[in-house]
């Protein structure tokens, strides 16, 4: 084995785009074909898991009425007190987000080196100041098809949905970011060809 193949760089690509737009679809798509996911979102759900360090901070600042009978994080609830009022959101992000980055970092450390393409799947990427990664991907959908889809497949109230996609950053804003741009306005047929040329584009910088 050459130096070269020993050292492979280890291309650290994010992924991103508004709630419903098919992020978990995309990553999916390209861990099929060889990459390796780190999911924000993953990540948030299992240190919101009781005992957990996101879970015990929650309980601290709203109390019992986040928690289900079982004790376990109502995430309705917490939906219903952040989506309504943007200091409430703002203080949940304070006590996700530093230890979420914490874990992310962790994650990329352990598969650095590796030869495999990371996708960091984030939807707050843009926003969250991440800068050093090889290149951003940002899934693009028309927000009303969003909204359906979010409604039809993932069991949303339509006001939730619509609550969660006007708190994102504007869709504009996050093309202008990308480095590639997959569309996801068509059926899932077309999306697996975009899927493919998202790979290939991630195959060329590393050629
Ligand atoms: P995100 O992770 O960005 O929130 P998902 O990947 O979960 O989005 O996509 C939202 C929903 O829409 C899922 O139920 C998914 O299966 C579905 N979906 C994604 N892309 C398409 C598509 N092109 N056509 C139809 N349904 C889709």
Redesign the pocket.
């Known amino acids: 084995m050459s130096a070269k193949e020993l050292f492979q760089e280890t291309l650290e690509i994010g992924l991103t ?12 798509g390209l861990v099929e074909r060889g990459a390796v996911l780190i999911d924000a ?1 993953a990540i948030v759900r299992e240190l919101q898991q009781p005992g957990k360090p996101v879970f015990e901070k929650m309980v601290e600042r709203w109390g019992e009425k986040i928690l289900s009978e079982e004790g376990e994080l109502n995430r309705q609830a917490v939906a219903d007190i952040v989506f309504k009022d943007s200091e409430e959101l703002l203080a949940l992000n304070e006590i996700v987000h530093p230890l979420v980055r914490e874990e992310i970092a962790r994650l990329r450390d352990t598969y650095a080196g590796g030869g495999v393409p990371i996708i960091l ?1 984030i ?1 707050l990427l843009i926003e969250s100041g991440y800068e050093d990664l090889d290149g951003i991907i940002v ?1 693009d ?1 028309i927000p009303k098809e ?1 909204i359906r ?2 409604v ?3 069991g949303f109230a339509e006001d939730d949905a619509k609550n969660r996609i006007s708190n994102q950053v504007e869709r504009e804003e996050r093309i202008k970011k990308a480095d590639f741009v997959v569309d ?5 047929n ?2 697996n060809e975009e899927i493919d040329r998202a790979w290939n584009w991630i195959e060329s910088l590393s050629a």
């Open positions: 785009g508004g709630i419903g737009s098919g992020k978990s679809t995309v990553s999916a979102d799947d939807p899934v959908l969003a889809r979010l039809a497949y993932r996801n306005n068509g059926d899932l077309s999306l």
